[in-house]
């Protein structure tokens, strides 16, 4: 979905859906996997899962648990504060899209953030407007994943992240 044309000449572009790549990715996930994690130990920990896009939501909680992550999902930056607040296990990663209409991902996370200092944090986005990602994500030292991405570069961003936090 391309919203050039649209609003201000400053209104970002947005890369194609999202969900198009992981869909085609998802079909050849199971043998990677298998294959990646051979019978080793599989990937731990809790995931908050962010994205006002249903369908990215679901694609992005299909494929953290076929991996072995818990995930939390949530449509939404105040619907992903309440999922922290109730969950009974502790958050190891917010991975949030940066755009959405209720609350940003930057502000879900300095939220979250505050309540958990060591939470790690993910973005992803879908717009490529190279200084809104700058002011808000990657001057902060958050990592970014671009839409369109596969289940691969997910789950390698998600590792290194978590991983990361065991540093």
Do not use: C
Request: no cysteine.
């Amino acid at each position: 979905m391309a919203l050039a044309g649209r609003g201000s000449p400053n209104t970002p572009k947005r890369a194609p859906h999202p969900a198009t790549m992981l869909l085609v990715a998802l079909s050849g996930y199971r043998k990677t996997r298998a294959g990646r994690y051979n019978g080793n130990k599989m990937p731990g920990g809790t995931i908050l899962a962010v994205d006002d896009d249903r369908s990215v939501l679901g694609l992005l909680e299909h494929a953290l648990r076929e991996a072995g992550y818990n995930v939390l999902p949530a449509d939404g930056g105040w619907s992903a504060i309440e999922a922290f607040e109730r969950s009974t296990v502790p958050v190891d990663l917010l991975l949030t899209d940066v755009i959405m209409p209720d609350l940003t991902g930057p502000v879900v996370a300095e939220r979250l953030l505050a309540k958990k200092p060591s939470l790690q944090v993910l973005f992803i986005s879908g717009f490529h407007d190279a200084e809104l990602l700058q002011r808000f994500v990657t001057s902060k030292g958050f990592t970014l994943l671009p839409k369109p991405f596969t289940v691969n570069s997910l789950l390698r961003t998600v590792e290194e992240s978590l991983s990361a936090a065991q540093r």
